[in-house]
């Protein structure tokens, strides 16, 4: 059973960065692709970011395209999210999940999830 722990999330001014963990256990994630999704009060779940899991391809929705950068480290099997120049519509659950579709962008094509971790921009 796959098994996925965020951290990282708090308060931060906007401006400033954050860096989002996802330790992930329960398998290999060999030809799987891992993302990142985010949960604003009273909006839908939205999709920020992807890695493919064994080739690092990376892909960004718009919003977070150059101020994002998703990342993983194979030994540690992490994945994280660098997120620098906050705003405070970045404010949201932040969430990572698993699939094995490598291209995947869609909520229904990730197969497992972790809990979340709060991320507010504010001053």
């Known amino acids: 059973q796959v098994h996925l722990v965020e951290s990282g999330g708090g308060l931060v001014q906007p401006g400033g960065s954050l860096r989002l963990s996802c330790a992930a256990s329960?398998?290999?994630?060999?030809?799987?692709?891992m993302g990142w999704f985010r949960q604003a009060p009273g909006k839908e779940r939205e999709f920020v970011a992807r890695?493919?899991?064994?080739?690092?391809?990376?892909y960004y929705a718009g919003s977070a395209k150059g101020r994002f950068t998703i990342s993983r480290d194979v030994a540690k099997n992490t994945l994280y999210l660098q997120m620098n120049s906050l705003k405070p519509e970045d404010t949201a659950v932040y969430y990572c999940?698993?699939?094995?579709?490598?291209?995947?962008?869609?909520?229904?094509?990730?197969?497992?999830w972790g809990q979340g971790t709060q991320v507010t921009v504010s001053s």
């Open positions: 999940a698993v699939s094995a579709d490598l291209r995947a962008t869609a909520i229904y094509e990730y197969d497992y």
């Open positions: 329960g398998r290999a994630f060999v030809n799987y692709a």
């Open positions: 890695i493919t899991w064994s080739e690092e391809t990376t």
